[in-house]
């Protein structure tokens, strides 16, 4: 099998968001098409799309009732044979998302499930009696807030949900299930899909005497490590790889919640032959307060040294024992120039900076739609948001236990909310950004007028092609897939340098995330002294290595 994902740079379209071709406020698989020449003029070479499969949409798709079936407002099975097809005549490939930790509770299997214990789709699930006083069988949470458990009359039972109480898990202890799993990707991978981006494939496993966790102070129900890495993970997905992957030549990307760089060799060491690379949450925690039953809304200041001791980390660790996959945004994740940059006086010098880190690094980068446009978290009011996420939890939190305040959650929104990414992407000026010619689904970010595609096209300095010109040295230039990697300057709070070296060769990395002008120590030994730019987000790179606020730059070694 060949490695192409090592040189192959990611782009992934939520496509609710992305562009709506008919007019009913839902992005579509043909607005993906119309797009597709956008695509390839970016660079890239794999779109990964989130889930477009039926779905009565509780959590936007990843509660899929047909895994055979294209969702309606998205289009038809055809229109999604075509969008294959018109990927690949221009070379690029297609990555779907796999959600099989759990399904809808629409979906056939489940509802067959729920009827008796004695049907033939009993044990696709996890189905438990209730404690002696009626309540849920342990003290399991849900990741959205509440128990992950959910009562059901006809069985007298609990069904376990990691998710909603409309997404109950899937129970792959059970062969039959494991199988159903095998014979849909094998579906899609015959009308010629690449590979498959794998949704909490890290809590496929279950610890299943569903002991209760430790008690934690003020905290009815736990989300904790149990929910993730149980026993068997790892025996399910060699047999994945057996009896599906290693008979294509496929890229495959785990979300795994609950990683380390430990424990992600065991996923992507290629011995192992599991996955190519995990989708790590490592550093997207860093700035929440741990053990808060607040959970993500607890937020609190990146102390920058962290974030580059945790990517350095996972560097050094998967050097020749797997492959990092590279990413600041997602479907999941706030805009990272609103998170931890500057989204407002220093946004397109912000967001070229965490590009030229993200992308100078060993792995395979991911580009979240409107990344490469440097679009921002948006600042809405509770009923403007969407998300099942926030609703839930502003429910639990601030209505029913009142843990937070309501003006503490709605700043944690602001900054951390899955939303910020699914606004529509902005494509011009016109009337909601040119994404769609009816009502949004969901607010159009008041600043597209600014910021959006038409404007990035215009200018040459523009982040678009920023990324553009990053995307092509990733292409052509091998000691940016091979290099080693190696931090400089750890304790200091802004400067981010390290450098890559393959044979003789030497690249030096360097972004400044402040707002100060900062030097670089020229004392130390890995200024060179003769050196070309590689690439820059300033003009010309700062005289003397004082370094403008977030100035980034490459530069390599002249031998
Ligand atoms: C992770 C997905 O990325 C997220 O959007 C979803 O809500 C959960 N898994 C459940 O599928």
């Known amino acids: 099998m060949s490695n192409w994902w090592k040189k192959a740079v990611v782009y992934q379209i939520y496509p609710r968001s992305f562009k709506d071709s008919n007019g009913d406020g839902y992005g579509d698989l043909n607005g993906i098409i119309e797009k597709m020449d956008y695509l390839k003029n970016l660079g890239i070479d794999v779109l990964w799309i989130s889930p477009v499969y039926e779905s009565p949409q509780d959590d936007n798709g990843y509660d899929i009732s047909d895994y055979r079936k294209i969702y309606e407002k998205f289009g038809t099975n055809s229109d999604m044979e075509n969008l294959i097809k018109e990927a690949h005549n221009r070379g690029i490939k297609i990555v779907m998302d796999l959600v099989a930790n759990h399904t809808s509770d629409e979906h056939y299997w489940f509802e067959e499930s729920k009827k008796s214990k004695d049907n033939p789709y009993s044990d696709y699930y996890f189905w438990l009696n209730p404690r002696e006083d009626g309540s849920e069988p342990n003290n399991w949470g849900s990741s959205f807030c509440g128990t992950a458990w959910e009562y059901s009359k006809e069985r007298n039972q609990y069904y376990l949900h990691y998710y909603t109480k409309k997404q109950p898990d899937l129970n792959w202890e059970n062969p039959k299930v494991r199988k159903e799993v095998y014979d849909l990707m094998k579906f899609w991978m015959d009308k010629g899909v690449d590979g498959w981006r794998m949704d909490v494939i890290a809590s496929i496993s279950k610890y299943t005497d569903f002991p209760d966790y430790p008690e934690k102070l003020g905290q009815k129900y736990i989300t904790g490590f149990m929910h993730a890495n149980g026993p068997r993970l790892h025996e399910y997905l060699q047999e994945m790889n057996k009896k599906v992957l290693s008979k294509y030549d496929c890229m495959t990307v785990g979300e795994a919640p609950g990683s380390n760089s430990d424990i992600a060799r065991l996923f992507v060491d290629p011995e192992r032959k599991e996955l190519n690379m995990i989708i790590t949450f490592e550093h997207m925690n860093l700035d929440r307060i741990l053990n808060s039953p607040n959970r993500k809304w607890a937020v609190k200041d990146l102390d920058f040294k962290e974030l580059k001791s945790v990517l350095s980390n996972w560097q050094v660790k998967l050097r020749n024992h797997g492959w990092n996959a590279l990413y600041f945004e997602n479907h ?37 739609q409107g990344e490469e446009i440097g679009m921002v978290n948006a600042h809405y009011k509770i009923e403007e948001y969407d998300d099942v996420e926030i609703h839930n939890a502003y429910r639990e939190l601030v209505q029913k236990s009142k843990s937070i305040s309501e003006e503490e959650f709605m700043a944690a929104v602001w900054k951390k909310s899955r939303d910020n990414a699914r606004t529509p992407m902005q494509w011009d000026t016109s009337e909601n950004a040119g994404f769609t010619t009816g009502r949004p689904w969901i607010k159009v970010n008041p600043r597209y007028s600014e910021i959006n595609v038409e404007e990035a096209l215009k200018d040459k300095n523009s982040i678009f092609y920023y990324y553009q010109k990053l995307i092509k040295l ?6 940016l897939t091979d290099g080693t990697f190696k931090l400089y300057m750890e304790d200091h709070p802004s400067l981010y340098v390290y450098e890559r070296e393959l044979e003789n060769e030497k690249w030096l990395v360097v972004a400044n995330f402040s707002e100060e002008n900062t030097i670089l120590d020229p004392l130390q030994p890995y200024i060179y002294e003769k050196w070309d730019k590689v690439i820059s987000n300033y003009q010309e790179i700062g005289v003397n290595m004082h370094l403008r606020p977030y100035e980034a730059f490459i530069i390599r070694r002249v031998k």
């Not at 500057?342 to 880190?357: G, L, P, Q």
């Open 332 to 368: 999941d994740q706030p805009r990272i120039i609103s998170r931890w940059g500057n989204d407002t006086n220093y946004r397109k010098e912000c967001a070229k900076a965490f590009a030229t880190i993200l992308h100078g690094m060993q792995g395979t980068p991911y580009i979240y």
């Open 474 to 479: 990733r292409h052509e230039e091998q000691i």
